[in-house]
């Protein structure tokens, strides 16, 4: 049999699926482009890195760990720390490689093949991708023209055949955050038969913010199934590392979870340095004053060369440039500057471009004014 026969006989979805846009790496575009040095704003992570602490903790990894021995599969240390801090039950908790294993674990856990999932466009492309890949028909809710969650729209799209609701909140790629009075609107449209899946990969930024919902207790009071996503790869600077953890509504939700993911989903060293970071939240809120700056800063530049970001609360902006986003980040490539051109349907003039360090927050601008052709 032919690869190609073979592959015809595979399921449709799978044969169907997009491939996630993962973005380009810095050595790829300094050899290609021949440039010394690379912004690489296309992937939302932390210029500041890991905290000193979980640096110097790897630094005695090797001689305090046993490398032959399979990770702890319910990531104890880790479990109870954030069980504690968040006043959850530890049963509640469960980890994933990254938040993303998180969601391609809910959508295998609690998706069949015809179920209808909702979720907001422009999209997180895995918010998409994942229920697609088990069979499931995903609604996309546009944002509203000025950037903000169309929650009315949410609402309407809401059917008898809902069997999941996905948010990023604050949005990625957008940056908006929906408030407390909202959520609550929202959710309060849903039914028990649909898992709210709220993805606050970027909390750590939003937290403080007015109106940013205690999304927990507002989960909590909705009495609705539900999984709250969160991750070490954005404001603890641990993308390499893969760790993201979900909060369950019901431990047996978590459970069943459990059963679907693979035992030992998160390593040893991910689970040390993920436990040493979530104790060092002075970083965290370090990262995060860092973000703020940048983007304020971002965002005045852009104004200024006639651009209008919309609202971010995260460590990021969205905006219309006006032109082919994708032809333009490909021409600031030879710049060294990697942002994210936005590929969903109607939003081919977005690009996401990632609050860096100072020096490539403005190679960004000048890049970025140079090579625009509007
Ligand atoms: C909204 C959202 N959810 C989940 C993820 C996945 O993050 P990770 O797998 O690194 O935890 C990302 C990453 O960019 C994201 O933006």
């Given at each position: 049999?032919?690869?190609?026969?073979?592959?015809?006989?595979?399921?449709?979805?799978?044969?169907?699926?997009?491939?996630?846009?993962?973005?380009?790496?810095?050595?790829?575009?300094?050899?290609?482009?021949?440039?010394?040095?690379?912004?690489?704003?296309?992937?939302?992570?932390?210029?500041?890195?890991?905290?000193?602490?979980?640096?110097?903790?790897?630094?005695?990894?090797?001689?305090?760990s046993t490398l032959a021995l399979y990770p702890d599969p319910s990531c104890?240390?880790?479990?109870?720390?954030?069980?504690?801090?968040?006043?959850?039950?530890?049963?509640?908790?469960?980890?994933?490689?990254?938040?993303?294993?998180?969601?391609?674990?809910?959508?295998?856990?609690?998706?069949?093949?015809?179920?209808?999932?909702?979720?907001?466009?422009?999209?997180?492309?895995?918010?998409?991708?994942?229920?697609?890949?088990?069979?499931?028909?995903?609604?996309?809710?546009?944002?509203?023209?000025?950037?903000?969650?169309?929650?009315?729209?949410?609402?309407?799209?809401?059917?008898?055949?809902?069997?999941?609701?996905?948010?990023?909140?604050?949005?990625?790629?957008?940056?908006?955050?929906?408030?407390?009075?909202?959520?609550?609107?929202?959710?309060?449209?849903?039914?028990?038969?649909t898992l709210v899946l709220w993805d606050e990969a970027y909390f750590e930024?939003?937290?403080?913010?007015?109106?940013?919902?205690?999304?927990?207790?507002?989960?909590?009071?909705?009495?609705?199934?539900?999984?709250?996503?969160?991750?070490?790869?954005?404001?603890?600077?641990?993308?390499?590392?893969?760790?993201?953890?979900?909060?369950?509504?019901?431990?047996?939700?978590?459970?069943?979870?459990?059963?679907?993911?693979?035992?030992?989903?998160?390593?040893?060293?991910?689970?040390?340095?993920?436990?040493?970071?979530?104790?060092?939240?002075?970083?965290?809120?370090?990262?995060?004053?860092?973000?703020?700056?940048?983007?304020?800063?971002?965002?005045?530049?852009?104004?200024?060369?006639?651009?209008?970001?919309?609202?971010?609360?995260?460590?990021?902006?969205?905006?219309?440039?006006?032109?082919?986003?994708?032809?333009?980040?490909?021409?600031?490539?030879?710049?060294?500057?990697?942002?994210?051109?936005?590929?969903?349907?109607?939003?081919?003039?977005?690009?996401?471009?990632?609050?860096?360090n100072a020096a490539d927050n403005a190679l960004f601008i000048r890049s970025?004014?140079?090579?625009?052709?509007?």
């Open positions: 049999m032919s690869v190609t026969a073979f592959i015809e006989n595979l399921r449709a979805e799978v044969r169907g699926l997009p491939a996630y846009n993962a973005g380009l790496s810095a050595e790829f575009v300094r050899e290609r482009y021949g440039v010394s040095h690379v912004a690489k704003l296309g992937s939302n992570e932390n210029p500041r890195g890991a905290s000193a602490a979980v640096l110097a903790h790897l630094a005695e990894f090797t001689t305090t104890s240390a880790l479990r109870a720390l954030i069980a504690e801090r968040l006043a959850v039950d530890p049963e509640h908790l469960l980890f994933g490689n990254g938040s993303e294993d998180l969601l391609a674990i809910a959508a295998h856990t609690f998706l069949a093949p015809g179920d209808e999932v909702i979720t907001v466009i422009p999209s997180f492309g895995l918010h998409i991708i994942y229920p697609q890949s088990v069979g499931a028909k995903v609604v996309t809710v546009p944002m509203r023209s000025d950037f903000e969650f169309d929650v009315d729209a949410l609402i309407a799209a809401i059917s008898p055949r809902t069997r999941m609701l996905i948010i990023s909140n604050p949005s990625n790629p957008v940056g908006c955050a929906m408030d407390g009075a909202e959520m609550r609107r929202l959710l309060s449209a849903v039914s028990p038969e930024y939003a937290s403080d913010e007015h109106g940013y919902p205690d999304s927990l207790a507002v989960l909590r009071e909705s009495g609705l199934p539900w999984l709250l996503l969160r991750t070490f790869s954005k404001a603890y600077g641990l993308a390499g590392l893969r760790v993201g953890y979900g909060v369950a509504s019901a431990p047996e939700l978590a459970g069943l979870m459990d059963r679907v993911r693979t035992p030992f989903n998160i390593n040893q060293i991910a689970q040390q340095a993920a436990t040493v970071a979530f104790g060092d939240q002075a970083h965290v809120a370090a990262s995060v004053a860092d973000a703020r700056a940048g983007r304020d800063w971002m965002s005045a530049a852009l104004v200024g060369l006639g651009v209008n970001p919309a609202r971010s609360r995260a460590n990021f902006l969205f905006f219309d440039c006006g032109e082919d986003a994708a032809e333009l980040a490909g021409k600031m490539l030879e710049d060294g500057v990697i942002v994210k051109p936005w590929r969903e349907p109607g939003y081919e003039n977005c690009m996401r471009v990632s609050v860096g970025f004014d140079r090579r625009r052709t509007v």
